[in-house]
């Protein structure tokens, strides 16, 4: 069936039959708002919207530090090789068991 044709003789019984007294007042607007599709949650775009969001302060924090990180005093005392004390570290327990009790 052409939904023209349709369309038209929809209307024209629909103006031959005009709505009776008791019907509610603006009842035919909150039928066709009932008819509107429902708007689907997308989870990507509350994640990407909240990301975005957050950029204005993480930069606000990276560049507050990044000053103090410049415009601190620097001390004049000698600097350790962390990498020396970290070996030592790993190394101290392998140091405390003698050779001669190892098992292999």
Not at 32 to 52: E, H, K, M, N
Not at 65 to 86: C, I
Request: hydrophobic share 45%; charged share 20%.
């Amino acid at each position: 069936m052409n939904l023209e044709q349709l369309q038209r003789k929809l209307l024209a019984v629909a103006r031959a039959n005009p709505p009776r007294q008791d019907v509610p007042y603006a009842f035919e607007q909150r039928v066709v708002a009932r008819l509107t599709p429902r708007v689907v949650l997308d989870d990507w775009a509350f994640w990407s919207r909240g990301l975005w969001r957050a950029t204005a302060p993480c930069v606000a924090i990276m560049l507050l530090l990044g000053t103090w990180a410049v415009l601190a005093p620097q001390s004049n005392s000698p600097t350790t090789d962390v990498s020396q004390e970290f070996e030592n570290t790993v190394l101290a327990a392998a140091d405390q068991v003698p050779v001669s009790d190892s098992t292999w």
